[in-house]
């Protein structure tokens, strides 16, 4: 059983930077893809960012390219998102998680993912 924790989120102005960090614990975190997704209030949740077990893989969702990087550390079982040039619609918790990749270090995949942390709160003001 994987224990996920996120961390980071608060209230930010239009244009600031926020890093979130999702902290593991229970598992061998160099064995999980890890994903970052988020809801915004009133919308399904959506597919931000993964990365690879390796973390040399990663994608993004096209709203966030260019702004998002994604990063993992598996020393300190943690990973991250930075997020730049924040916007409104940025606005919603986010969630990170871990999909169990023992066979496949190189796969980011976007659904069925196996455990979830309890989501971080950002708040973006214009």
């Known amino acids: 059983q994987v224990q996920l924790v996120e961390s980071g989120g608060g209230l930010v102005q239009a244009g600031d930077s926020l890093r979130l960090s999702c902290a593991a614990s229970?598992?061998?975190?160099?064995?999980?893809?890890m994903g970052w997704f988020r809801q915004g209030l009133g919308k399904e949740r959506e597919f931000v960012a993964v990365t690879s077990v390796s973390g040399r893989n990663t994608d993004y969702t096209d709203s966030v390219k260019g702004r998002f990087v994604i990063s993992r550390d598996n020393a300190e079982n943690t990973v991250y998102l930075q997020m730049n040039s924040l916007k409104p619609e940025d606005t919603a918790v986010y969630y990170c998680?871990?999909?169990?990749?023992?066979?496949?270090?190189?796969?980011?995949?976007?659904?069925?993912?196996?455990?979830w942390g309890q989501g971080t709160q950002d708040a973006v003001s214009s």
């Open positions: 998680a871990a999909d169990f990749q023992p066979y496949f270090p190189t796969a980011i995949p976007k659904t069925g993912y196996d455990y």
């Open positions: 229970g598992g061998t975190f160099s064995r999980y893809a």
